[in-house]
């Protein structure tokens, strides 16, 4: 399904492609349930333990059970094909998230050891949304004009997404107990996950033959976007505690306030970069272009230490933020580009995991560098960091070798 030679791709097109929007809104839908679930499950276990450590320790678990197994999940997905992988994925994810707030809603409390088990098995039923509808793009846009933008779409809604579910959390528990929130984060994952099956766009991406076979699982040559992601991600963790720190040094109270629109501004800066990004037709390949992204969030990144004020940071932090929604969906380009038909799940879920994973290391780097060295400092050396990678993934480029890491 094509984009026709005579009409010039643009996201209008996309969304006139048969059972596009249907089948991105379900998806959509199902996916907001990220932006929510995390934060009421927080505040649910706060409230219901009296204690942060155990809601760091059970949220610790639910992340790192939903970030490092989403290639496995993905791999269902390549293997069995979305109708017949998501529904017991999603039912068991909706039974874990059903007895969570079953067990918070006792009156004595739950123990720490029950809820963490719950949290690390409802972070490994999570059901991969956003891989498989990018699959199901590539299925829907084989033109590779048409696919960028439906890439740039794609993320752009997803970023607009994690923004909007601690919103309507906070408005939610403004009049009904955090628990609330799972429910309602398990409502909408049920209703999009049966409205995303139910399209006939899923018709096209059935199971992965397991005749057809390339070197490293379908997925060699997948390093070079995973790396630089890495370091994208790396940085959005860092970032996010360098702003409340620099608010806090500024004189701004505890930061948090004053921090949130300057993270808001990153926020709109990246989305204003990936619409950008997915309307303009590029000469250069997304392989050469990943690296060239990636160092332009370096280079912002170490001027942003060199702001006066809050209200500098926050132009900083916009621009860097310009170059994080393009670098994403060009590397999820890249993956698809170079994935076996097979493996078009597992090489999204990929990329999904190097920023997620990135970003939990940087927030914890972030903590042992604040603390010791000038923000300023602290933004110098994330830059320098992602510059390196910017460079290492460049490197690889011009040599023709893009298996800086063997996946299988």
């Given at each position: ?18 059972h ?7 998806a959509?839908t ?11 499950l927080?505040?649910a276990?706060?409230?219901s ?8 320790t059970?949220m ?31 039912a ?10 079953l ?13 963490g088990?719950?949290?690390?098995t ?11 509808m ?25 970023e607009l997404?994690f923004?909007?579910g601690?919103?309507?959390v906070?408005?939610?528990?403004g009049?009904?107990?955090?628990a ?17 099956l ?29 790396v ?33 629109w ?37 280079l912002t ?22 170059f ?30 190097a920023?997620?994973?990135g970003?939990?290391?940087g927030?914890?780097?972030a ?22 990678t ?19």
């Open positions: 399904m094509s984009a026709s030679p005579a009409v010039r791709p643009s996201y209008a097109v996309v969304l006139r492609v048969p596009a929007r249907r089948t991105f809104a379900a959509l199902g996916r907001l349930s990220y932006g929510i679930v995390p934060l009421s927080m505040l276990v706060t409230r333990s009296g204690s942060y450590t155990v809601a760091g059970v610790a678990l639910f992340g790192a059970t939903t970030v490092f197994l989403s290639p496995a999940r993905a791999a269902l997905i390549d293997r069995h094909g979305p109708r017949r992988a998501l529904v017991p994925m999603t068991a994810y909706l039974a874990v998230l059903v007895l969570l707030t067990v918070l809603a006792r009156p004595a409390g739950a123990p720490a050891p029950v809820l088990v719950l949290a690390a409802a972070g490994a039923c999570v059901p991969p949304l956003g891989p498989t990018r699959a199901v793009w590539g299925r829907l846009t084989p033109d590779r004009a048409l696919l960028q933008r439906a890439y740039s779409l794609d993320g752009v809604a997803e997404l923004v909007t601690p919103l309507l906070g408005v939610l528990v009049f009904a107990p955090p609330a929130g799972i429910v309602v984060g398990a409502v909408l994952m049920a209703v999009g996950t049966a409205g995303f139910s399209s006939p766009a899923l018709r096209a991406v059935g199971p992965g033959k397991a005749t057809v076979r390339r070197g490293g699982g379908g997925l060699r040559g997948l390093g070079r976007p995973v630089a992601i890495a370091g994208v991600g790396l940085a959005l963790g860092v970032v996010d505690l360098l702003v409340v720190a620099f608010a806090e040094r500024h004189g701004h109270g505890t930061g948090g306030a004053s921090a949130a300057v993270l808001a501004a990153l926020s709109a800066g990246s989305a204003v970069g990936g619409l950008l990004n997915g309307a303009v037709t590029w000469r250069a390949s997304a392989g050469v272009r990943l690296p060239l992204l990636t160092a332009g969030l370096g990144l170490c001027g942003a230490g060199l702001a006066p004020g809050l209200g500098t940071l926050a132009v900083a932090v916009a621009a860097a933020g310009f994080v929604s393009p670098a994403i969906t060009t590397a999820y380009l890249i993956a698809d580009e170079i994935a076996a038909p097979e493996a078009r799940v597992r090489a999204g879920a990929w990329v999904n995991t920023v997620n994973a970003s939990t290391a927030t914890a780097v903590g042992a560098l604040a603390g010791s060295l000038p923000v300023a400092v602290c933004f110098a050396l994330t830059g320098a960091v992602v510059l390196m910017a460079a290492a993934v460049a490197r690889r480029a011009r040599r023709g070798t893009s298996d800086l890491v063997p996946l299988a």
